[in-house]
C-alpha cells in the first residue's frame, strides 16, 4: 500500500515540476501576450470602435454605457442652461410677465439637465417644453435627438451583440479530457470525443487540428510554436457533421503522421500541443463560431480507447451518458506505429511466399533420352 502511495505521490509531484506552458487553455484561450506595441498602433483600435467595444469585458462595457448616457444628458443640460442664461430666461434675471422664454420652466442646472434627459428619452411630462421664441434653442432640440438615438442604437446594440457572441454558443460544445491511442479498423489511430450538449445542431460543422511544437530547419533556424496540419476523420465524414449525438474523432497515425516516429515509451518526453478546432454555423443565429481546446503529451493516453456513452431506453429513446464522457479503459495496442506497419508487412510477405529474399526460383526443362 505504502509502495503504491509513493509512487503516486512522485507521479504526481513530478508532473506539477514539469508543467507544461499551453497556447491555447482547455476552454479554448489563447494563452499569448502582444508586447513593445507602439502608441500609433494602438490607435488603430480606436479606428475599429465596434470591436473594440465588444471584446471589452462586462465591467468595462458597463462603464462606457453608462457614462455615454449620463455624459451626453449633463452636456446637454449645460447647453440648455447655457441657452436660458443668454435668452436671460433664469429666475435671477427677474423676467418680466410679458417675458416668452425658450425653454419653459428651466430654473437652474438642475431644471435643464431634467429637461435634456426628457428629450433624449423622449419621456415628455409635458411640464418643460421649447417655444418658438428663439431658433438657437430648436436648433439644439433637433440635435439632441438626432444624436440621442446614435448613442442609444450604438449602446444598446453593443450590449445586444455582445450577449449573442457565439463564442458564448461555444460554451455548450465539449471536448473529452484526454486524447487516447488505440487500434480503429486495424490502423493505430489518435481518437478524440467531442459532444454538443444542446439539441440544436451546428450546420456545417468542420473539424480539424494543428500540432504546435519547436523545430529546428536544415539552415539552423529555430522555429518556435511550428505549426503542423493534422487531418480528424469522422465515420460519417468530416463535413457537414450530424453534431446531434457524442462523435469520436479520429487521426489515422501512418507514415505521413508527425505522431508516426513516438512511442509509448516516449510519448511523455515528446514536447508538443495539439490544438483542436471546430467550426460550424449556429443553427438558431446563422453566426459562425469556433471552439478549441488543447492536449499536452500528459493528455494523451497510449493504450486506451473510451468507454461507450449511448444506450437505447425502454421508451425507444437514445440516453447518452456524460458520466463516462471521458473514461477509458485499457485496451491492446502496438507501442509504436511503425511496429504495427512492419508486423503487417511481414504477415503479407510470408502469405505472398517471398519472406526469403535468397531463394530463387529457376526453370529445368526436362527431356526424354529414352528411345523405343
Known amino acids: 500500500m505504502f509502495k503504491h502511495l509513493r509512487k503516486w505521490l512522485v507521479t504526481h509531484f513530478s508532473r506539477c515540476s514539469r508543467q507544461r506552458t499551453r497556447l491555447v487553455s482547455k476552454d479554448g484561450r489563447c494563452n499569448i501576450e502582444f508586447g513593445n506595441v507602439d502608441a500609433q498602433s494602438r490607435l488603430i483600435f480606436f479606428v475599429d470602435i465596434w470591436t473594440t467595444v465588444l471584446d471589452l469585458k462586462w465591467r ?185 449525438s457524442p462523435l469520436t474523432i479520429y487521426h489515422v497515425i501512418d507514415h505521413n503522421s508527425p505522431f508516426f516516429h513516438m512511442a509509448a515509451e516516449t510519448l511523455s518526453q515528446q514536447d508538443f500541443e495539439l490544438v483542436v478546432f471546430l467550426d460550424g454555423t449556429v443553427e438558431s443565429t446563422s453566426a459562425t463560431c469556433q471552439v478549441r481546446t488543447s492536449y499536452v503529451p500528459e493528455e494523451v493516453l497510449w493504450g486506451y480507447r473510451f468507454v461507450p456513452i449511448v444506450s437505447k431506453t425502454k421508451e425507444g429513446k437514445y440516453r447518452v451518458d456524460f458520466h463516462n464522457f471521458s473514461k477509458t479503459i485499457e485496451v491492446e495496442t502496438p507501442h509504436c506505429a511503425m511496429c504495427l506497419y512492419n508486423e503487417k508487412d511481414a504477415r503479407a510477405r510470408i502469405k505472398l511466399g517471398y519472406d526469403n529474399p535468397n531463394f530463387n526460383l529457376s526453370e529445368v526443362s526436362e527431356t526424354d533420352d529414352t528411345q523405343m
Open 60 to 244: 468595462y462595457k458597463m462603464t462606457i454605457f453608462i457614462s455615454a448616457f449620463l455624459g451626453s444628458w449633463f452636456l446637454f443640460g449645460l447647453l440648455w442652461y447655457v441657452v436660458a442664461y443668454v435668452h436671460q430666461d433664469l429666475p435671477e434675471f427677474h423676467p418680466s410677465d410679458n417675458h416668452t422664454p425658450c425653454v419653459e420652466n428651466i430654473n437652474g442646472m438642475t431644471s435643464a439637465f431634467l429637461f435634456s434627459l426628457e428629450t433624449q428619452v423622449t419621456i415628455g411630462y409635458g411640464f418643460r417644453c421649447v417655444t418658438e421664441q428663439c431658433a438657437t434653442a430648436i436648433f439644439l432640440l433637433i440635435f439632441q435627438s438626432i444624436l440621442g438615438v446614435i448613442v442609444n442604437s450604438f449602446m444598446c446594440g453593443a450590449i445586444l451583440a455582445k450577449i449573442s457572441r457565439p463564442k458564448k454558443r461555444a460554451k455548450t460544445i465539449t471536448f473529452s479530457k484526454n486524447a487516447v491511442i488505440s487500434k480503429r479498423a486495424g490502423k493505430l489511430c489518435l481518437l478524440i470525443r467531442v459532444a454538443n450538449l444542446r439539441k440544436s445542431l451546428l450546420i456545417g460543422g468542420h473539424i480539424y487540428g494543428k500540432l504546435l511544437k519547436t523545430t529546428v530547419t536544415p539552415e539552423g533556424e529555430t522555429i518556435i510554436l511550428d505549426q503542423t496540419n493534422i487531418n480528424f476523420i469522422v465515420d460519417a465524414g468530416n463535413e457537414n457533421l450530424f453534431f446531434i
